[in-house]
């Protein structure tokens, strides 16, 4: 629950509802479980792999919690790794990957005429509902357990590439924020209010709600032409990486926002230069290595955050609540922003009808702590109080 009386809690509990708002509803997540044990199960069970195999795992937004349902028919991407031993890497990484190609390809295979072959990995497309990412690679040696040999068709190369360790990483950042506003204005609610059984809902740290609402803008941003869209391990990279440990959702997004303009307008001033974003775990891996060869995806890529951080801006002034609606809406949806407000509403008419929301009369502000205040009685059909 919110300590109602700050405004800068409120302002986080609307943005975290609508994060919130944006993540997969159990049924689709419970679909691709299901997908993924499937396939990494068909896989094993193939004499090649069998022997090979040390684990299989879930990378990218899954794995770091900012996963978000797809925006207006768009496909989820569930990222997932096939990561064999290292004595695999004497087949090579075009050869693991020829055989996984066959294995999924084989006459009597479910996945046979659902394949695309990517740059990569393979894709997997489940009717218009989700695609699943399979890479299979052998981890590099045995002192480097999360670091593994993946075959890169459109570089013509092999990528050191380190995902587990990139997941732990973002994670770890997340975490720097011990008590983020609203987990501590939780705890505080918690000493008067004891929170219903079936409350199960779990904060997630302002890093990963920052994530998931840039995500979302970025989907916006590139509905209409999405030929330069910005990579989603870019924007969760990039965020980690200029996070300051802010506690509140808000300063996450305004600190992440703010820094990338700052940084591209420095290096503006500086032929040939550019923001690059490496992965933290392995600094040999930049996951923005296109943007030399392709500079439209880095033009594209900067004025997306510009127009994000000149709306963020206006957003700042305060200049009341339809402007800041209207703000809102235009970067994350009006949708999501709908439902958490209406979310946010009947948090408060909940609280009306247990006569536990009081006003303070000389300002007229609510809060849910009774100190000398007037207690606001529930709203009746008519408008009248009961």
């Known amino acids: 629950m919110t300590t109602i009386e700050d405004p800068s809690?409120?302002?986080?509990?609307?943005?975290?509802?609508?994060?919130?708002?944006?993540?997969?509803?159990d049924t689709r997540y419970d679909r691709m479980k299901s997908a993924y044990r499937a396939v990494h199960e068909f896989v094993l069970e193939d004499p090649f792999f069998k022997s090979l195999v040390k684990e299989t795992y879930p990378q990218g937004s899954v794995k770091t919690e900012t996963a978000n349902k797809p925006y207006e028919g768009n496909e989820f991407d569930l990222d997932t790794i096939i990561q064999l031993r290292p004595d695999a890497g004497?087949?090579?990484?075009?050869?693991?990957?020829?055989?996984?190609?066959?294995?999924l390809r084989e006459p009597g295979s479910r996945y046979r005429n659902s394949l695309i072959s990517k740059s990569r990995c393979v894709r997997i497309k489940y009717a218009g509902d989700f695609h699943m990412d399979v890479l299979a690679a052998s981890?590099?040696?045995?002192?480097?357990?999360?670091t593994v040999l993946v075959l890169n068709k459109e570089m013509q190369n092999v990528d050191i590439s380190n995902p587990r360790g990139h997941a732990?990483?973002?994670i770890q950042q997340a975490n720097s924020v011990v008590e983020s506003l609203l987990e501590k204005a939780d705890r505080k609610r918690a000493i008067e209010i004891e929170r219903l059984p079936n409350d199960n809902f779990r904060r997630k740290k302002p890093l990963q709600r920052a994530v998931q609402l840039l995500k979302r803008y970025r989907d916006i941003y590139f509905s209409n032409d999405d030929t330069f869209k910005t990579s989603s391990v870019?924007?969760?990279?990039?965020?980690?990486?200029?996070?300051?440990?802010?506690?509140?959702?808000?300063?996450?997004?305004?600190?992440?926002?703010?820094?990338?303009?700052?940084?591209?307008?420095?290096y503006q001033s500086i032929p040939g230069q550019r923001i690059k974003v490496l992965n933290p775990v392995n600094q040999l891996e930049d996951f923005t290595s296109k943007w030399d060869t392709q500079p439209e995806y880095y033009n594209a890529f900067i004025d997306f955050a510009s127009h994000l951080n000149n709306e963020w801006q206006k957003f700042k002034?305060?200049?009341?609540?339809?402007?800041?609606s209207r703000i809102l809406k235009g970067l994350f949806g009006e949708d999501i922003y709908n439902d958490a407000t209406s979310a946010a509403m009947s948090q408060?008419?909940?609280?009306?009808?247990?006569?536990?929301?009081?006003?303070?009369?000389?300002?007229g502000i609510l809060t849910?702590?009774?100190?000398?205040?007037s207690i606001i009685k529930p709203n009746t059909f008519f408008g009248d109080n009961a």
């Open 9 to 25: 809690t409120q302002l986080d509990e609307l943005l975290d509802k609508m994060a919130e708002g944006l993540q997969l509803d």
């Open 90 to 103: 004497r087949f090579g990484p075009q050869e693991i990957r020829k055989q996984l190609e066959r294995r």
């Open 139 to 146: 981890q590099r040696n045995n002192s480097c357990p999360n």
């Open 168 to 170: 732990d990483w973002f």
């Open 234 to 266: 870019i924007l969760t990279t990039i965020a980690g990486q200029y996070h300051r440990g802010e506690p509140s959702i808000f300063d996450t997004m305004d600190g992440i926002v703010g820094r990338i303009v700052s940084n591209a307008n420095f």
């Open 317 to 324: 002034l305060q200049q009341g609540v339809l402007t800041e």
């Open 348 to 363: 408060i008419s909940n609280a009306r009808a247990s006569k536990s929301l009081y006003q303070i009369p000389a300002s």
């Open 368 to 373: 849910s702590q009774p100190v000398s205040r």
